[in-house]
Nanobody, 127 residues
C-alpha cells in the first residue's frame, strides 16, 4: 500500500512550525482525496486533516483547527501539511494518505478507506 513519498518532519520547539510534503510518483492525484493522519506512541491512529477531490477541507481532529493547514498542488502532483503553533501533544509519526474518490467529490473518506499511504515521518515537539 506504500506508494506515497513523504518529506519533512523533525524536531521543533513548542510554538514552532513545520511543513510536511507528500508526493505520488506512481499515479495522478487529481481524483483523489488527500489526507494526513498521525500516531503517537501508545495511542491509536488519529486523523488530522483531509482535502477532498473537490478541494473541500475537513478536520478530523478538533485540536488542530486553526493551527494546521492542508494544501495540494495538482500541477506538481504533491500535497502538504503546514503545522503552526506546535504543541508537545502534536508529537507523533505523521502519515500522508490518498483515496480515490472520483472527480469533484466533496466527501473525505474514513481512515480505513484510504488506498495509499506514505512511509511516515517523525514530528517531535519539545525543547
Amino acid at each position: 500500500q506504500l506508494q506515497l513519498v513523504e518529506s519533512g518532519g523533525g524536531l521543533v520547539q513548542p510554538g514552532g512550525s513545520l511543513r510536511l510534503s507528500c508526493a505520488a510518483p506512481g499515479f495522478t492525484l487529481d481524483y483523489y482525496a488527500i489526507g494526513w493522519f498521525r500516531q503517537a506512541p501508545g495511542k491509536e491512529r488519529e486523523g488530522v486533516l483531509c482535502m477532498s477531490s473537490s478541494g473541500d477541507m475537513t478536520s478530523y481532529a478538533d485540536s488542530v483547527k486553526g493551527r494546521f493547514t492542508i494544501s495540494r498542488d495538482n500541477a506538481k502532483n504533491t500535497f502538504s501539511l503546514e503545522m503552526n503553533s506546535l504543541k508537545p501533544e502534536d508529537t507523533a509519526v505523521y502519515y500522508c494518505a490518498a483515496a480515490l474518490m472520483g472527480p469533484a467529490n466533496g466527501r473525505c473518506p474514513e481512515l480505513d478507506e484510504y488506498d495509499y499511504r506514505g512511509q511516515g515521518t517523525q514530528v517531535t515537539v519539545g525543547s
